[in-house]
């Protein structure tokens, strides 16, 4: 299972890989939006993710 995005945190971007369980991060240049790939061996509850991930909206304007 994997899970990589690239998430703009304020007016910095960064690179997210989880992989085998091993997390990292790395800083990235300006992109155009952010973006999460999760790549799995079973089934995914696309609506629960999808309203976690919503959760983590930052409000006024700012996105993760």
Known sequence: DRAK???RLGE???LY???SG???T???AYRKDSRLELIGTET???L????QLQACII???VML
């Open 12 to 14: 910095d971007w960064y």
């Open 22 to 24: 091993l997390p990292s």
């Open 48 to 51: 629960a993710i999808q309203n």
């Open 59 to 61: 409000s006024n304007n």
């Open 44 to 46: 995914m509850d696309w």
């Open 5 to 7: 995005g690239i998430f």
């Open 26 to 28: 790395h800083y990235m």
């Open 17 to 19: 890989n989880f992989v």
